[in-house]
């Protein structure tokens, strides 16, 4: 399993933005695709955003197309979540999440973090 830590959390108003880092260690970062979820409170937990390990396929839920920008850095073990224009229905806690394989895809991620707070005010 990787180890996930995710940093960059916080109160924005509404039309502001965060950008949000997930740290990776314990397996071979490059290994595994990468996913930000997020969860608000009484709801479930939903995608947000997909990274193939190489970078270069992205998906997105529709909720957040165009506004937030996932990408990843393999030499820093990192992947980010660019989060711009935010609205307060983007208020959750964001997880993010590794898949083993090469594919950029919306389920089947075994390890995650223990997540971040987004709070945005209206």
């Known amino acids: 399993q990787v180890q996930l830590g995710e940093s960059g959390g916080g109160l924005v108003q509404t039309g502001g933005s965060l950008r949000l880092s997930c740290a990776a260690s314990?397996?071979?970062?490059?290994?595994?695709?990468m996913g930000w979820f997020r969860q608000a409170p009484g709801k479930e937990r939903e995608f947000v955003a997909a990274?193939?390990?190489?970078?270069?396929?992205?998906l997105y839920a529709d909720s957040v197309k165009g506004r937030f920008t996932i990408s990843r850095d393999n030499a820093k073990n990192t992947v980010y979540l660019q989060m711009n224009s935010l609205k307060p229905e983007d208020t959750a806690v964001y997880y993010c999440?590794?898949?083993?394989?090469?594919?950029?895809?919306?389920?089947?991620?075994?390890?995650w973090g223990q997540g971040t707070q987004v709070t945005v005010s209206s």
């Open positions: 999440a590794a898949r083993y394989g090469a594919v950029a895809a919306t389920t089947g991620f075994g390890s």
């Open positions: 314990g397996r071979t970062f490059s290994n595994y695709a």
């Open positions: 990274i193939s390990r190489s970078g270069g396929s992205t």
